[in-house]
T-cell receptor
């Protein structure tokens, strides 16, 4: 098991609602990335946080936003939830920006939008 | 565009046999290729990576082969065990824009007892 922890593990939300997912990075890791994994698909990059700033973003709308805290933990916020947002949301931490080959993933948060 | 894909969505092998999982990539500028294993209910777990200037790398029971001529990546698992049953993803990343991993869609490996 990695030291990356995510909460909650599962949740169900209604379309139009907002959700916040949380991630604690591996000890010694200062960079956190978020990925969305639809059923039967590979993870898709949402964005990365480094030094509490967004450091790169994938093809996701602005209603996907995030935060990183001084202790390197991170939150993913999704507003105005849509049915297609149902997916496994994965958090990955790396020791430094640019060291993706050393990424450790959490177990993910399974979000279901109904 | 950028893409990393897989030839076979499901692979079924007999326990003890060798497994080969294949992946095609489209971006020749990739610096690293990585194989991940994802078990049900878990996040992807790093297996092995290979730098773009190499053509083979071996780990414990696993070997990754990279053929840049045809943009093909493979993962070989020796003496496949029931614990190897999972979904396997290849991914690529680049040093110049290395803030992300680009994943393929995955291959499910089923190990028959």
């Amino acid at each position: 098991e990695t030291g990356v922890t995510q909460s909650p593990t599962h949740l169900i939300k209604t379309r139009g609602q907002q959700v916040t997912l949380r991630c604690s990075s591996q000890s010694g890791h200062n960079t956190v990335s978020w990925y969305q994994q639809a059923l039967g698909q590979g993870p898709q990059f949402i964005f990365q946080y480094y030094r509490e700033e967004e450091n790169g973003r994938g093809n996701f709308p602005p209603r996907f936003s995030g935060l990183q805290f001084p202790n390197y933990s991170s939150e993913l916020n999704v507003n105005a939830l849509e049915l297609d947002d149902s997916a496994l949301y994965l958090c990955a931490s790396t020791p430094e920006v640019g060291r993706n080959t050393e990424a450790f993933f959490g177990q993910g948060t399974r979000l279901t939008v109904v | 565009g950028e893409s990393v894909g897989l030839h076979l969505p499901t692979l079924s092998v007999q326990e003890g046999d060798n497994s080969i999982i294949n992946c095609a990539y489209s971006n020749s500028a990739s610096d690293y290729f990585i194989w991940y294993k994802q078990e049900s209910g878990k996040g992807p777990q790093f297996i092995i990576d290979i730098r773009s200037n190499m053509d083979k790398r071996q780990g414990q029971r696993v070997t990754v082969l990279l053929n840049k001529t045809v943009k093909h990546l493979s993962l070989q698992i020796a003496a496949t065990q029931p614990g190897d049953s999972a979904v396997y993803f290849c991914a690529e990343t680049r040093m110049d824009s290395s803030y992300k991993l680009i994943f393929g869609s995955g291959t499910r490996l089923l190990v028959r007892p």
